[in-house]
DNA sequence: CGCGACGGACCTTTTACGTCA
DNA sequence: TGTGACGTAAAAGGTCCGTCG
C-alpha cells in the first residue's frame, strides 16, 4: 500500500513534493532478521525500511516530524524477532526467583505423578480450578494432560504430539489457568518466539537437565504441564492477536497522518495561488531579485536579504504600518490584486509574509522565534 | 558444490468452544 | 433462558530455512 501525496505542480518543470507512506504488507519480514519472518515485524518493521527502488526522500521523516507526528507510534509494541525483547525484567533465559522457586515445585509435582500418574484426570470437568499456588498446582485436567504427554513420549513433531490423542477424539477446547497464561504472558514479554536452541534458563536452574529435549517449548510446557504443542499453539495465537493490536495501531496512526498531510497539502496548494498571483502582479515586483527572499530556519518566516533588503530599504521606509507593506499571508488575497499605479507599494516580499505563518496541525508546537534572526 | 528430501518453526486462515452481556 | 459478540484454543495448509545424504 502507498499512499502518495503529491505536493506542487503537477509538471515536470517544477519541483513537486512528493510524499510516499512506504506500508509493507505481505510477507515483508522474511530475510530482515536472518531467519524466517516475523510477521508482526512485518507490518511494523517494514514500513521502517521502506524497501522501494528510489532512495527515501529526507522529506518523508523530516515531514512526519513537522507535522508532530513520530513514526511508529509510541504505542507500538510489535512483537516479532526484530523488534521484539524489549527490556523487560523477566528473561527466560535467566533463572527468575518465581522461577527458580517453582523448579522445586515442580520436582514435587514430578513425584506426585509418578506415585499417581492419572490421579485425577478425570475427576474435574473444569479445565480452570487451578486451586492451589502456581505451578505446584495448575489444575488437575492440565496435570494429566501433561503426564499423558510425557507418558506418550515427545514427539519430534510438534503437530504429531496431538495425534497420539486420535483424530477421531472431538477437539476439546481447555482454558488455559491464570497462572499458564501469565507465566506463558511472561516469556511471550521476553521472546515472542519459541527459542528453538538450548534454554540457558533451563541449564541456569537445572530443573529440566534431564529431559532429554532442552527447548523452551519444552521446557514451558513442562513447567506448565501443557504439552507442547498447546505452548506452540498459545505462541502461534499470542503472535497473531499482538499482530493485530499492531495492525489496527498502525492503521489508526496512518490515518491521522493521511488527515494531517492533506490538510498541510491544502495549505500549500494556497501558499501556490497565492504567489502565483503575486508573479502575475504589475512588473514593479518581477524585477526583485529571487534572492531577496530567505527563509529563517528557526521561525520559518520569509526574511529579506540583508544586501538586496539595504538596496530595497528606502521605498519600505516610506511605507506607513497599515498600508500594503505590512499586508501578510492572511489577507494577501488582497495583496494579490493588483494595486493601481501610485499607490504606496510595499517594497519587497519581505513584509508579505511578515507574519508567523499558520500551521493547521495542532498538535505541533511552534518553538518562539528568535528575535535576532526575525523581522 | 548443487540438489532434493526432510524436519522444524512460523504465518495465515479457519473452526469451534467458552464466557459474558 | 436464548442469543450474539467476543476471546481464544486448536487445527489445517502453506512457506521458509537449515541440515543431511
Given at each position: 500500500?502507498?499512499?502518495?501525496?503529491?505536493?506542487?505542480?503537477p509538471?515536470?518543470?517544477?519541483?513537486?513534493?512528493?510524499?510516499?507512506?512506504?506500508?509493507?504488507?505481505?510477507?515483508a519480514?522474511?530475510?530482515?532478521?536472518?531467519g524466517r519472518?516475523?510477521?508482526?515485524?512485518g507490518?511494523?518493521?517494514r514500513w521502517?525500511?521502506a524497501?522501494?527502488?528510489?532512495?527515501?526522500?529526507?522529506?518523508?521523516?523530516?515531514?512526519?516530524?513537522?507535522?508532530?507526528?513520530?513514526?511508529?507510534?509510541?504505542?507500538?509494541?510489535?512483537?516479532?524477532?526484530?523488534?521484539?525483547?524489549?527490556?523487560?525484567?523477566?528473561?527466560?533465559?535467566?533463572?527468575?526467583?518465581?522461577?527458580?522457586?517453582?523448579?522445586?515445585?515442580?520436582?514435587?509435582?514430578?513425584?506426585?505423578?509418578?506415585?499417581?500418574?492419572g490421579?485425577?484426570?478425570?475427576?474435574?470437568?473444569?479445565?480452570?480450578?487451578?486451586?492451589?499456588?502456581?505451578?505446584?498446582?495448575?489444575?488437575?485436567?492440565?496435570?494429566?494432560?501433561?503426564?499423558?504427554?510425557?507418558?506418550?513420549?515427545?514427539?519430534?513433531?510438534?503437530?504429531?504430539?496431538?495425534?497420539?490423542?486420535?483424530?477421531?477424539?472431538?477437539?476439546?477446547?481447555?482454558?488455559?489457568?491464570?497462572?499458564?497464561?501469565?507465566?506463558?504472558?511472561?516469556?511471550?514479554?521476553?521472546?515472542?518466539?519459541l527459542?528453538?536452541?538450548?534454554?540457558?534458563?533451563?541449564?541456569?536452574?537445572?530443573f529440566?537437565?534431564?529431559?532429554?529435549?532442552?527447548k523452551?517449548k519444552?521446557?514451558?510446557?513442562?513447567?506448565?504441564?501443557?504439552?507442547?504443542?498447546?505452548?506452540?499453539?498459545?505462541?502461534?495465537?499470542?503472535?497473531?492477536?499482538?499482530?493485530?493490536?499492531?495492525?489496527?495501531?498502525?492503521?489508526?496512526?496512518?490515518?491521522?497522518?493521511?488527515?494531517?498531510?492533506t490538510?498541510?497539502?491544502?495549505?500549500?496548494?494556497?501558499?501556490?495561488?497565492e504567489?502565483?498571483?503575486?508573479?502575475?502582479?504589475?512588473?514593479?515586483?518581477?524585477?526583485l531579485?529571487?534572492?531577496?527572499?530567505?527563509?529563517?530556519?528557526?521561525?520559518?518566516?520569509?526574511?529579506?536579504?540583508?544586501?538586496?533588503?539595504?538596496?530595497?530599504?528606502?521605498?519600505a521606509?516610506?511605507?506607513?504600518?497599515?498600508?500594503?507593506?505590512?499586508?501578510?499571508?492572511?489577507?494577501?488575497?488582497?495583496?494579490?490584486?493588483?494595486?493601481?499605479?501610485g499607490?504606496?507599494?510595499?517594497?519587497?516580499?519581505?513584509a508579505?509574509?511578515?507574519?508567523?505563518?499558520s500551521?493547521?496541525?495542532?498538535?505541533?508546537?511552534?518553538?518562539?522565534?528568535?528575535?535576532s534572526?526575525?523581522?
Amino acid at each position: 500500500m502507498e499512499l502518495g501525496l503529491s505536493l506542487g505542480e503537477p509538471d515536470a518543470g517544477r519541483a513537486g513534493l512528493e510524499l510516499g507512506l512506504g506500508l509493507g504488507v505481505g510477507d515483508a519480514g522474511r530475510g530482515e532478521d536472518g531467519g524466517r519472518g516475523s510477521g508482526a515485524a512485518g507490518a511494523g518493521a517494514r514500513w521502517w525500511a521502506a524497501p522501494v527502488a528510489e532512495p527515501e526522500p529526507a522529506v518523508r521523516l523530516s515531514l512526519l516530524s513537522s507535522l508532530g507526528l513520530q513514526w511508529p507510534p509510541a504505542s507500538s509494541d510489535c512483537g516479532g524477532r526484530s523488534s521484539e525483547a524489549p527490556a523487560r525484567g523477566f528473561d527466560v533465559n535467566r533463572a527468575p526467583s518465581s522461577a527458580a522457586a517453582s523448579a522445586s515445585a515442580f520436582a514435587a509435582l514430578e513425584d506426585e505423578e509418578e506415585e499417581d500418574p492419572g490421579a485425577g484426570a478425570l475427576s474435574s470437568s473444569s479445565p480452570n480450578d487451578s486451586a492451589g499456588s502456581f505451578p505446584l498446582d495448575l489444575g488437575r485436567r492440565a496435570r494429566a494432560e501433561g503426564a499423558a504427554a510425557r507418558a506418550g513420549g515427545e514427539r519430534s513433531s510438534s503437530r504429531a504430539s496431538d495425534e497420539d490423542e486420535g483424530a477421531s477424539a472431538a477437539r476439546k477446547k481447555l482454558r488455559l489457568s491464570k497462572e499458564q497464561s501469565a507465566f506463558l504472558e511472561e516469556s511471550f514479554k521476553e521472546h515472542s518466539t519459541l527459542n528453538p536452541e538450548t534454554s540457558t534458563y533451563c541449564i541456569a536452574t537445572s530443573f529440566l537437565t534431564d529431559v532429554g529435549e532442552p527447548k523452551q517449548k519444552a521446557a514451558l510446557a513442562k513447567q506448565l504441564n501443557l504439552r507442547p504443542r498447546q505452548v506452540e499453539v498459545w505462541f502461534q495465537n499470542r503472535r497473531a492477536r499482538t499482530k493485530l493490536k499492531q495492525t489496527e495501531v498502525d492503521c489508526e496512526y496512518l490515518k491521522r497522518c493521511c488527515e494531517a498531510l492533506t490538510e498541510e497539502n491544502r495549505r500549500l496548494h494556497k501558499e501556490i495561488a497565492e504567489l502565483r498571483a503575486l508573479k502575475s502582479a504589475p512588473p514593479f515586483y518581477m524585477h526583485l531579485p529571487a534572492t531577496t527572499l530567505s527563509m529563517c530556519p528557526s521561525c520559518e518566516r520569509v526574511a529579506s536579504n540583508p544586501t538586496s533588503a539595504a538596496s530595497t530599504s528606502a521605498p519600505a521606509s516610506s511605507a506607513p504600518p497599515g498600508t500594503a507593506a505590512s499586508v501578510t499571508t492572511a489577507n494577501s488575497n488582497s495583496v494579490a490584486a493588483a494595486p493601481a499605479r501610485g499607490e504606496p507599494l510595499p517594497s519587497s516580499f519581505a513584509a508579505l509574509f511578515a507574519a508567523t505563518r499558520s500551521f493547521p496541525l495542532g498538535s505541533q508546537p511552534r518553538p518562539p522565534a528568535p528575535a535576532s534572526n526575525c523581522l
